[in-house]
């Protein structure tokens, strides 16, 4: 049986911390409401000049040296984030570049927070029908860029960071058990940026208007993730028929630590069982999960033949899953 097998791990934070003591001299907020109702007491910021390719090389470079193979072996890169460095060219090819990947095929894969799994569930297809071998999945993230810094409803939440996995071709019974995904655009209002696409290009107007800025409807967001989340679990159990007591570490998305502990608790699973950097970084959308692994391989929580279940919700909307048998 051929698999997808992650061989190598690696995540970045910038260096410079925000606290929430820090944003309550920004906006009218405070450290209590922020830690109570999201578990967020600090978060990683980009430097000035800092891009998100940036911390998707420094991710990568360290992905690739822990799975003990060279840049050139890499067939093709995969870069989920919804703040690339330019619109064009993409983030990918940019880390290419930097990476001296010289042999692979490069592309972004624009499903905001669900972006590494999505990455993860096409790396997975790729090196299952033969096309490529090795491929570098990495979530990265400046959402510091597209964040309005005098909202308090989204400017409390976000933080900058990247996360990166190796996968390889693998025959044998671990890597990759299964990847489910899901978008409903109909909900593409709850969280968006609404200018400096097509339909909006730059204007002093937009601009003046703070469109550029991530915008979140949090509270109906909350509802559909909470949602969405339980049935993509419930769908990845079921379809590898797995009980809940089988997984040894769940790693969710950071969005909420609510959301988090709603899902730990319908899944009757221990918080030891869970991964949790929320606390640390805040979301960093796509860059969460494959830091929150990068982590937990570093911190030996994870061993040979785990059974790791991995769930993301973000913009799109979009949703899903990975169960992966380490
Ligand atoms: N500091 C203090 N008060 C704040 C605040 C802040 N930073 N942000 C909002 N408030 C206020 C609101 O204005 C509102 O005041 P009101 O009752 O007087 O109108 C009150 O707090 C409650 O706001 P609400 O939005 O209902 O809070 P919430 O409990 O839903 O928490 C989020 C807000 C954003 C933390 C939460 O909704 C959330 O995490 N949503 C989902 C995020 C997510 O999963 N995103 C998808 C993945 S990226």
Not at 2 to 18: D, E, F
Not at 77 to 104: E, N, R, Y
Not at 280 to 302: F, H, Q
Request: net charge neutral; glycine share 8%.
């Amino acid at each position: 049986m051929i698999h997808a097998r992650i061989i190598g791990t690696g995540s970045y934070a910038p260096k410079k911390v925000l606290t929430n003591h820090d944003i309550e001299k920004m906006v009218e907020t405070s450290d209590d409401w922020i830690v109570e109702r999201t578990g967020i007491r600090e978060r990683r910021v980009c430097e000035k000049g800092q891009t998100t390719s940036d911390l998707a090389y420094e991710a990568g470079h360290k992905a690739i040296k822990a799975a003990g193979i060279a840049a050139q072996d890499i067939d093709l890169i995969i870069v989920g984030t919804l703040t690339p460095d330019t619109a064009m060219p993409s983030t990918a090819c940019v880390l290419q570049s930097k990476l001296h990947a010289k042999k692979a095929a490069a592309f972004d894969v624009y499903a905001a927070c669900s972006g590494f799994l999505y990455g993860i569930s096409i790396a997975d297809a790729f090196i299952k029908s033969g096309m490529y071998t090795t491929i570098l999945v990495v979530g990265a993230e400046a959402l510091s860029r597209f964040t309005d810094w005098e909202d308090r409803t989204t400017c409390v939440l976000f933080g900058d960071g990247a996360g990166a996995a190796v996968l390889q071709r693998h025959a044998g019974k671990r890597g990759v058990l299964s990847t489910h995904l899901h978008s409903d655009g109909n909900f593409g209002d709850l969280l968006h940026i609404p200018a400096g696409g097509a339909a909006h290009p730059a204007t002093a107007d937009t601009v003046e208007r703070r469109q550029h800025y991530i915008k979140m409807k949090g509270n109906e967001t909350f509802k559909v993730a909470v949602r969405a989340l339980e049935e993509v679990v419930e769908e990845a159990l079921t379809h590898n028929k797995v009980k809940p007591e089988e997984i040894d570490l769940l790693i969710p998305h950071q969005a909420n630590l609510r959301i988090i502990q709603a899902m730990a608790k319908r899944l009757n699973m221990p918080m030891e069982k869970v991964m949790l950097t929320i606390h640390k970084y805040g979301n960093t959308s796509a860059a969460s999960i494959p830091m929150a692994l990068d982590e937990a391989v570093r911190e030996g929580k994870v061993k040979d033949n785990d059974l790791l279940l991995l769930e993301a919700f973000g913009g799109g909307l979009t949703w899903a899953s990975a169960l992966i048998r380490w």
